[in-house]
Nanobody, 129 residues
Framework: QVQVMESGGGVVQAGSSLRLSCTTS????????MAWFRQTPGKEREGVAC?????????YPADSVAGRFTISKDSAKNTLYLQMNNLKPEDTAMYYCATDLSGGFYHYHCKDQSHYGHWGQGIQVGVAP
């Protein structure tokens, strides 16, 4: 049985940092390319960061997070991470991790949640002004 669980969210002040974790069981992070998406009420899920199955190639489709967010994975710990620095109120959202079911790593997939599966339940991040 595949389980994916996000953790590490919370409410912080603008300018603070958080590190989100996504722990998997039943699958290993080095079997798939993986991604972090985020969603706010009434909007589509937005791709935030993607990483290939080897943990080497990364892509950040949202210009708003470039230079502030870093995706990484530790396959020995079955965990995907999202380090978020200099958080802004507009980063407030529910954050989800997921696996790219295509078996490959394509930057354009990172902009479209339809390529992904094994979604976690999400973790809330709130950033106060």
């Amino acid at each position: 049985q595949v389980q994916v669980m996000e953790s590490g969210g919370g409410v912080v002040q603008a300018g603070s940092s958080l590190r989100l974790s996504c722990t998997t069981s039943g699958i290993r992070p080095d079997w798939y390319s993986m991604a972090w998406f985020r969603q706010t009420p009434g909007k589509e899920r937005e791709g935030v960061a993607c990483i290939d199955w080897k943990g080497i190639d990364t892509y950040y489709p949202a210009d708003s997070v470039a230079g502030r967010f870093t995706i990484s994975k530790d396959s020995a710990k079955n965990t995907l991470y999202l380090q978020m620095n200099n958080l802004k109120p507009e980063d407030t959202a529910m954050y989800y991790c997921a696996t790219d079911l295509s078996g490959g790593f394509y930057h354009y997939h990172c902009k479209d949640q339809s390529h992904y599966g094994h979604w976690g339940q999400g973790i809330q991040v709130g950033v106060a002004p």
